[in-house]
């Protein structure tokens, strides 16, 4: 009879050990939600969670828009707006604003040259097989202030996720506004009234963007994301009142945000949305 319960007992001891196992292990899968939001780039989402998004995103018009600021690219629409066609603009704030991801923001794009107060180099890595910051990236559309921490609830969720979950960490749903953070900014020299061309209708626009559809195959074929059209039927915050978009001026050569503009103010951890 003792040597039974002995046994019973050590059953007991060892499934309690490997239960335990399990949880922890299950806890270590999940990752710790940063404490600041700071953009990462789009290459975070490549991989494992939106490969077929990325490399639709690689070949669009978001996915190249650093390449424009090169010499002799687009040499007539530059032309069109009194931009010198032969100039390099790969380094100029008012362009970076709009054809980079998170330009003088934290964790955003540094450009060639851009050092720390020590003098290191801090310029963002740029390779040409695989884009990143240097172009018009995810965040720049679905962030406030970078997805640092609603990816990792993205990834800890497994894509099973409410919209208020992420827009609490920063993802915005207010897309026809957002756009409007580049596309229809007073700083564009793109306008409407240089060129019919310029007009931004956002319901077109959006057709273009997110070509996923073709870039799906048996390695990813995994990501599709299942939850869409459920989340589709919520109404988030930022759709009900959208975020406030950045204004900036250029001083002195440098970009400047202007105050109380931010959707995100970083003391305070809170949001700003339009009255």
Known sequence: MGNALKILSLFIFSVAIIMGGAVNAEAKKKKKIPKKPSYVGA???????????????????????????????????????????????????????????GYKQRGGFKPAGSKNKKGK????????????????????CHSVAGGAQFRVVMKN???????????????????????????????????????DKYKFNFEERKLKVHLAADFYNEDNMDQKLEKVKDRA???????????????FEIKKGKLKFKKGTKPYNKKKKSFNYKK
């Open 43 to 101: 290459v975070k989402c490549n991989g494992s969670c939106h490969d077929a998004y990325y490399e639709a995103w690689k070949v669009s018009p978001h996915g190249n828009t650093f390449n424009l600021l090169k010499a002799g690219e687009r040499a007539e629409a530059k032309t069109r707006v009194k931009l010198d066609p032969e100039k390099d603009y790969t380094t100029t704030p008012l362009c970076l604003r709009c054809h980079t991801t």
């Open 121 to 140: 180099d801090t310029s963002s890595t740029i390779d040409p097989e695989e884009p990143n910051k240097e172009q018009v990236g995810c965040e720049m």
């Open 157 to 195: 969720t497994k894509g099973d996720f409410k919209k208020a979950d992420t827009e609490k960490y920063g993802q915005r749903w207010d897309y026809a506004n957002v756009c409007t953070r580049c596309h229809t900014h007073p700083n564009t020299p793109f306008k409407p009234s240089v060129h």
């Open 233 to 247: 039927k919520e109404v988030s915050q930022s759709e009900k009142t959208p975020l406030l978009i950045e204004d």
